[in-house]
């Protein structure tokens, strides 16, 4: 990418935003309230921005609770995947955790899905578990997978 990638805090003001790029890339997307409120960083929140000339072009949010890292979304506008974008998410969000004292980083994902399920095995998670029919629109599985924050800044 020609243009500089810039990972900073979500903000309310990036609601519009996030919000058209959810739509974009989920099938069953997150409400509007439930972004609006993920959109306040605070001691267990932790969004993140990804943009590309003050464009956006990806968003993370996930929890810091106790020793985990919890990813909820991540999302990298479909013009720029295979950029970098979701790994500039994940890392900043995993160094920011690290020094909050969290170690590891867990999430859910579709049993589908998976170019996420490579994305994360690609930075060291490994798939531990299953929540059978854990997603509500289509009752479809979702893979428990986990990794050492200090695995994943490894490279
Ligand atoms: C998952 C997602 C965020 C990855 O974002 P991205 O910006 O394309 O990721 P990166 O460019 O940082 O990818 C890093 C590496 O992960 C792996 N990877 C990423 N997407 C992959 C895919 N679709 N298939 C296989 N491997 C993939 C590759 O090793 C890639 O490196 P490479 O491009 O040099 O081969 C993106 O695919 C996305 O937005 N998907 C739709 C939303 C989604 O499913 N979110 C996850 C919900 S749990």
Request: proline share 3%; with cysteine; hydrophobic share 45%.
């Amino acid at each position: 990418m020609s243009e500089s990638l810039k990972i900073r805090l979500g903000e309310i003001a990036d609601f519009v935003d996030v919000i058209r790029l959810e739509k974009a890339v989920f099938s069953d997307p997150w409400s509007q309230e439930a972004i609006f409120s993920e959109l306040r960083a605070d001691a267990m929140r932790l969004p993140l921005i990804a943009e590309l000339g003050g464009t956006l072009c990806g968003y993370l949010m996930a929890w810091r609770v106790a020793d985990q890292l919890h990813i909820l979304n991540i999302a990298t506008d479909p013009q720029y995947l295979r950029r970098g974008v979701g790994t500039a998410l994940l890392l900043k969000a995993v160094r920011l955790a690290v020094e909050g004292g969290q170690s590891e980083v867990t999430l859910e994902v579709r049993e589908s899905n998976f170019g996420a399920r490579a994305f994360y095995r690609r930075h060291h998670f490994a798939e531990v578990g299953v929540r059978p029919g854990y997603y509500q629109d289509n009752k479809e599985n979702a893979i428990i997978m986990t990794a050492n924050c200090s695995d994943l800044l490894v490279d």
